[in-house]
């Protein structure tokens, strides 16, 4: 999950509103998805380039911290190890497309780790963001929208007990893909 906790961060840092995040995990058909779509500024050709090389950034804040980014070359290059392929989209003025697909047995494939604790530090530390969370093993899945959510409660989004409940959704998906998992 680093690696995509480090892309939808760059996605929030760059001003996107909304951050998509899809899991898939195939073991049948030995194929593992991660992508990351936002409709942040998006990024011109040779910007992409520049990313895509350690050590480039695209917002100010990191540059004037004295921080590099190199996290989009460093999971590119997790990829390619894996024998998977990458791709980077982006539009100025549309958003940004990240998707990496890699061999769900390849030995050198990162493990996902704690799902549910890694979503809920986005949701906890953006609130002002919209996620759209789908996370799919095999034929289970589970999906959480934080834009209807939103859009029901109003002022009361940013409160303790909106986020225990979208926590606990969360949680609850996770729990399932994992009864899912087992039973299969």
Known sequence: MLHVLDVAMNAVSA?????????????????????????????????????????????TETKQA?????????????????????????????????EAVMPYGHPDRPPLGNVAESLQALLLGCVSINWCLTHRISRHQYRLDTRPV?????????????????????????????VGRQTR
């Open 66 to 98: 004295g921080w590099v980014g190199f996290g989009l070359a460093l999971f590119r290059g997790t990829v390619e190890t894996c024998d998977g392929s990458f791709r980077l989209l982006s539009r100025p003025g549309v958003g940004t497309l990240v």
């Open 15 to 59: 001003g996107a509103r909304t951050v998509k995040i899809s899991l898939c995990e195939d073991p049948e058909a030995d194929r593992f998805t991660i992508v990351v779509a936002d409709d942040g500024p998006g990024m011109s050709a040779d910007m992409i380039d520049r990313v895509l090389r350690e050590f480039a950034t695209t917002t």
């Open 150 to 178: 939103r859009r029901i409660v109003g002022a009361a989004y940013d409160t303790r007990a909106v986020r225990e409940w979208l926590l606990e959704r969360i949680r609850e998906g996770e729990a399932a893909l994992a």
